[in-house]
Each structure stands twice: as structure tokens, then as C-alpha cells.
């Protein structure tokens, strides 16, 4: 039986997932690894701790998550196309590992989240 999302250890089992899925997509591993050059080392635990934020309750992100995405969007436009298949990879990894309320509001966030960001990418590049 598939438990629910309870600790920061979910938490980052589900993140180094997503982006061992999402580094071999072809359309999000090319910006993950060839433009954002992301260092998984260095990201997994920022990740961790906004997702444990956001789904726990722990308060260990202190930062902006929108100004690297407003930085990485000034390199390749990071269209609703691409969020909408971030949010689809996610949704399929959350699924996979975990089921429960704690499982399903990360895929609500995921999607809140991801049309927030698209949307003001957008209104910044008009």
C-alpha cells in the first residue's frame, strides 16, 4: 500500500524523482539540463524544503521561488506548454509514490503554482 506524503524524507524522494523523470523528458530536460544547467545537488534541498513548506507546514523555505524562473525565462520563454508538462510530470510521480490528501494538494499546488508563474512570465514579456 502507497502511504501518504508525511515527512521531509517524502518530500525529497518525490523531488529527486520528479527531476530524474523530468532530466529525461524531452521537452523539460533540455531546459533543466542544457540551459538552467540545474546542479541537483545544490537544488534538491532548496526544493525539499519548499515543498516541505508548503505541504508540511515546516517553514524551512525562506526564499523566492519566482526570480529564478523570471531568470531562466529571459533565456528560453517558459511557456504554459512547458508548466503544463512540469505539472503533468509531477502529478505522474506524485501518483506513483504517495496517495492521500497530503498527495493530492501537492498536485492542486503543483497546478496553482505552475499558472501563477506562467502567467506572470507572460505579462512580463508583453
Known sequence: MIGDIATREDCERLVRAFYERAFQD?????????????????????????????????????????VPHYELDQQVPLTSELFNR??????MTVDQMFAGPVADDAKRRAELVAGAFAKRLAELRS
Open 26 to 66: 524531452d521537452r523539460l530536460g533540455p531546459v533543466f539540463v542544457d540551459i538552467a544547467r540545474l546542479d541537483l545537488d545544490a537544488h534538491v534541498p532548496r526544493i525539499t524544503s519548499f515543498w516541505e513548506t508548503v505541504l508540511l507546514g515546516a517553514r524551512s523555505y525562506g526564499g523566492g521561488a519566482f
Open 86 to 91: 512540469w505539472v503533468a510530470l509531477w502529478t
